[in-house]
């Protein structure tokens, strides 16, 4: 074999290892499962890449009185409906909804596993059943997340509530169980965004009341 040939050689043998390496790492982060931390990584960007050849872009948008900024899934949903009691946003195409409640009589006081507890006896009562899958405390909301049959679907939710501040207030997110690992963790991180958001606020109150006393 010529030196031309065997430099020719190699050149292929070495773009058939590069090709190579390129499908295994395409294929390794293909299947790397998201988590809520990439998912809130991307919530800072404004975008995510889903993994499976789709994007989301979010957005920050105010509501209520309060101007509480909640993160929305952006030029994403097909119908709205905005009151005083609350706003619903739901794409029918991924059946995928943000739905948050402003309920201006206060709550009664529940410990989280009561919240829970009262879900799926509330669900039970009206013949459907609700499988707790998470409950989990944050610094200033807590939330649950849970399965219900809903016809030949299963409906995969997170609701969550704050703990002080604004106690009249409520969301719960939903989509089908199967897109749980994607718009399912987008929505977990929603919610642990709006946690830091209110932390923040917290904090900031808490260091303007130190600077008044002294």
């Not at 390794?28 to 872009?57: C, Q, R, S």
């Amino acid at each position: 074999m010529q030196v031309d040939e065997k430099i020719a050689e190699l050149e292929r043998m070495r773009r058939i290892k590069e090709q190579m390496e390129q499908e295994e790492q395409a294929d390794t982060t293909e299947n790397d499962p998201l988590t809520v931390e990439k998912a809130l990584e991307g919530i800072h960007e404004g975008k995510l890449d889903l993994g499976n050849g789709e994007f989301m872009e979010f957005e920050i948008r105010k509501y209520f009185k309060q101007e509480i900024p909640f993160v929305m899934f952006k030029n994403f949903y097909q119908a709205s409906q905005e009151e005083d009691s609350g706003l619903i946003l739901v794409n029918h195409d991924r059946n995928v909804g943000q739905i948050m409640s402003w309920n201006p009589e206060k709550r009664k006081a529940v410990t989280l596993n009561q919240w829970a507890n009262l879900l799926v006896n509330g669900m039970a009562a009206n013949r459907m059943h609700a499988k707790v899958i998470k409950k989990e405390k944050r610094k200033t909301l807590e939330y649950i997340c849970f399965e219900v049959p809903a016809g030949s679907s299963v409906v995969w939710n997170i609701m969550f509530r704050f703990k002080d501040r604004f106690q009249w207030f409520s969301g719960n997110y939903n989509c089908l169980a199967q897109d749980a690992d994607t718009y399912g963790v987008c929505m977990e991180a929603m919610v642990w965004e709006l946690d830091q958001w209110m932390s923040g606020q917290e904090g900031a109150q808490s260091d303007h009341a130190g600077e008044q006393k002294s």
